[in-house]
C-alpha cells in the first residue's frame, strides 16, 4: 500500500486510498488537511535537535546532478555531530537508488560521512526503499535483528512528524532527532509542510480503511 509516493508508480491500493482522501479532503472542506498541518508545523517547531541515543538512523534524499542537496546536507551534519559527541555511537542511513541512477542515497550519505573522518565500521546501509514508507518498514527489520533500540531519527523539520506518525504506527521505539536548530521560515516551507500533511492524511486514511475492511494484506504494510 503506497501511501507515500515520493518516486514510483502507485500501486492499486495506494490509489484507491488515494482517492478516498481525496473525497475525505471535499467532505471535510479541507479542514482534515488543515488539523493535519497543524500537527506537522507543531512538530517542527517542537522537536528536539539533541538525541541520547546509540542508535541512529538518517533519511536519505533523492540525489541532485550535483549529489547531497540541502536538506540532507543538513541531515549528514547533524548524523556527523552526533557521531562525533558519541564515539559508541552506530548509524544506519537508509534510502535506494532513484530510477535510471546507480548511486543510492544510503551510499551517497555514507560516502559523505566517510570522508568527514567516521569510521565505516559503525556505518550500515539499506539501500532499497524508495520512500519514507519502505524507509522504516526495512529499517525496523534490521534494527530488530541487531536489537538496536531506541534509535534516533534524524531528518528535516518539515518531515519529521511523517516520519513519528509511520515510525509509531510500526511500533518503533524511537526519539525524533531534527536537523536544523530552530524551525527556519523560508519560501519553500510552507508549500513542503502541505505536502507532508498530505501525505500524514493519506497515510491515516489509509490505514483507517484497512481496519475497517479488515484487510489483513493493507495492514501488514503499516503497521
Known sequence: MQFDPERGAIDWDGLWTFGLTLLLLIVGIGIPLLISLIYVHRTANSASNQCDCDSLLVFGKRLTRQGIDQDYHLRLEKTLELMQHNPSSTL?????????????????????????????????????????????????????????????????????????????????????????????????????MIIEAWYILWFNTGKSWSRLIRSERMLNRVT
Open 92 to 192: 544506519l542511513l537508509v534510502g535506494g537508488a532513484a530510477p535510471g541512477e546507480d548511486l543510492t542515497e544510503a551510499q551517497a550519505g555514507r560516502d559523505y560521512l566517510i570522508d568527514k573522518g567516521i569510521d565505516e565500521s559503525r556505518l550500515r546501509l539499506e539501500q532499497q526503499s524508495q520512500n519514507t514508507l519502505e524507509n522504516l518498514q526495512h529499517a525496523r527489520t534490521m534494527l530488530t535483528q541487531q536489537d538496536a533500540y531506541p534509535v534516533a531519527l534524524i531528518s528535516n523539520r518539515y518531515h519529521l512528524a511523517r516520519i513519528s506518525t509511520i515510525a509509531t504506527s510500526l511500533s518503533l521505539n524511537h526519539q525524533l532527532c531534527a536537523s536544523e536548530a530552530a524551525l527556519w521560515f523560508s519560501p519553500l516551507l510552507l508549500p513542503r
